[in-house]
């Protein structure tokens, strides 16, 4: 520890160049793990938000909610050890009624048709009751201006709905969610006053015991997983992270190493004084671990800063348990990096201090 | 005078192909308490060789090597780690002083790998004896070579050793530091009853010590110091 630190705070200029590199590589990573759980739930928001086992569609439907129908004989077949609520499901575009350019106030968005008294319905809204043109709508879409109150347009149709209350964390597919009454919902997709009752499908809380044939029942993750682009997306993010930690331990070990080549004839004469190879490892070992330490501290506040910026821009979010993760492996494959240096202390020859 | 390190019968042969290499015949040699030693001889002699065994940086291929009494060569490379840390000290060519570490930083770090408590009055007084004490705060690039010197004595003294080996302890220096440098080691070596081992090629130096060897080929010998006055 002492001779680590001495060295560190002597050649601080060389020091800071490899931290510096440390800063900007951790900051990426953290920076690129909030971006992508930020975006990853604000694809999955409002399906985590049902807290539900397992979801059950059409197996016409090929994966695709949008595309399942289901009747109340459907409904009424799906068996389950626990709860089940119906969820109609469809894109919309909305827009602002009193804007003064209502194409510039476009947004896309989710319908979903439920029922009043189901567990789907946001906790946050319970007290609400969904009627006629009543709708309850993510709170993203205050960003956009609207308020309890404001009314909603839909775009090719002359519906317009009414806010009653804001949800929170209810997106789908990184869209905001409007929840509405079953029959209001129906009457949006089949564009008729007198809609055929049907949904999208049926959420279950618990364990699906029997559907019938025509139906195909998911857990809630594997249903998420057929989400368009959630996988790619989620499988890009975390190859870039990994690789850029490898990479980060790479640089580290490389530069530690050719500072250890630097100083072995100092090493050399420690040897010969008697001084431990634990004692010389242990050092280098430290060091690795002081400028790693000292630059995720950097790249970490830095992360935190840009998302309390950019987190009304970018979908930013933080989750504690993948920063633990990512700066356990900054550690550990430092680490595997100083190896390097600590077996070139061990081949150091004392020998060579001596004479010669 | 007690003997603080002996040599009995020691020899190292070294494989060179198919041809065995004598690099030191088999040798006896005894330092005892307040000796300086001059070991001089031409290059590819066998002074280092002989240096290194008795720092347990090599094993013999013969013969044993005691420090204080107790056996030296046999150990394993750990506790020889160990006893060079306690009873040797080493004064080298400039390189042993740590380059990031003050004059007196250079002291305390054998307390930190000892885990021991920094002895401040004796530091202060080595600091005194060898003038440093206005540079101990300085690291070793702001020094001359005489100063290096001096700090790398002290060093080498601060931890109290038994035995001191001195590797051309005044290689970089002009005439004058180069006395100043032996005339202080003689001077501590005595006074605080160490074995003082100096390996060197300025025969200058010659005249400080109180015995003086020679190594030609392998083979150790006992200089006449006909014409040396007292010492």
């Known amino acids: 520890m002492f001779l680590a630190i001495k060295e560190l705070k002597y050649t601080k200029g060389k020091f800071a160049l490899i931290i510096s590199v440390i800063v900007l590589v951790s900051y990426l990573v953290y920076f690129l793990t909030s971006l992508a759980y930020g975006l990853a739930s604000s694809y999955t928001n409002a399906v985590n938000k049902w807290d539900s086992d397992e979801i059950v569609i059409t197996v016409d439907a090929n994966d695709s909610i949008m595309m399942s129908f289901m009747t109340a004989a459907d409904f009424d077949a799906v068996e389950v050890d626990g709860t089940k609520a119906r969820l109609g499901l469809f894109p919309a575009v909305i827009n602002d009624p009193d804007a003064e350019n209502r194409l510039d106030s476009r947004v896309n968005v989710y319908f979903f048709g439920i029922d009043n008294d189901s567990f789907i319905k946001p906790k946050e809204t319970s007290h609400l009751t969904l009627e006629g043109n009543q709708v309850i709508v993510d709170e993203e879409l205050k960003k956009e201006g609207y308020e309890i109150g404001s009314m909603i347009g839909v775009s090719g149709t002359d519906m317009e709905f009414e806010i009653i209350g804001f949800s929170t964390k209810t997106t789908y597919q990184t869209a905001p969610v409007i929840f509405m009454a079953m029959s209001t919902w129906q009457t949006y997709r089949y564009n008729t006053q007198t809609p055929p009752d049907l949904f999208s499908g049926v959420i279950v809380r618990g364990l699906v015991d029997s559907v019938s044939d025509n139906l195909l029942t998911y857990k809630t993750g594997d249903y998420i997983a057929t989400l368009p682009g959630y996988t790619a997306q989620v499988l890009t993010f975390s190859t870039m992270i990994i690789f850029l930690i490898i990479i980060v331990a790479f640089v580290l070990g490389i530069f530690i190493y050719v500072l250890t080549i630097q100083k072995t004839p100092m090493f050399g004469v420690m040897k010969a004084q008697g001084i431990s190879n634990i004692y010389i490892a242990g050092s280098v070992v430290i060091q690795t671990f002081l400028l790693v330490l000292i630059g995720i501290i950097i790249g970490f506040i830095l992360t935190v800063v840009s998302g309390i910026f950019l987190g009304d821009i970018i979908p930013f979010a933080v989750n504690t348990l993948f920063y633990g993760v990512i700066t356990f492996a900054f550690f550990l494959f430092a680490f595997f990096g100083a190896l390097f240096s600590v077996r070139a202390v061990l081949k150091i020859d004392p020998l060579k201090a001596i004479g010669g | ?231």
């Open chain 2, 1 to 231: 005078m007690k003997p603080l390190i002996e040599m009995i019968n020691v020899s190292k042969d070294f494989l060179q192909g198919d041809v065995v290499i004598s690099a030191l015949k088999p040798t006896n040699f005894t330092a005892h308490e307040g000796e300086l030693i001059g070991i001089i001889g031409p290059s590819g002699s066998g002074k280092s060789t002989f240096l290194t065994i008795l720092g347990g940086l090599q094993k013999p291929t013969t013969g044993r090597v005691l420090i204080n009494g107790n056996p030296f060569s046999e150990l394993t490379n750990d506790e020889k780690s160990k006893i060079r840390l306690d009873q040797i000290g080493f004064i080298l060519q400039a390189s042993n002083l740590i380059p990031f570490l003050t004059v007196k930083e250079q002291m305390v770090l054998y307390n930190k790998i000892t885990k021991t408590k920094a002895n401040h009055e004796w530091m202060d007084e080595l600091f005194e004896k060898l003038s440093v004490d206005k540079l101990k705060n300085k690291y070793p690039n702001a020094l001359s070579g005489g100063e290096r010197q001096r700090a790398a004595i002290a060093k080498a003294l601060y931890h109290q050793p038994n035995v001191i080996f001195a590797d051309e302890p005044t290689a970089s220096l002009d005439t004058k530091k180069a006395f100043e440098v032996i005339k202080l080691l003689a001077k501590e070596t005595k006074a605080q009853k160490k074995a003082t081992i100096m390996v060197t090629h300025d025969e200058r130096l010659l005249e400080f010590c109180d015995k003086v060897y020679v190594i030609v080929d392998g083979v150790l010998t006992l200089k006449n110091m006909s014409n040396k006055n007292q010492g």
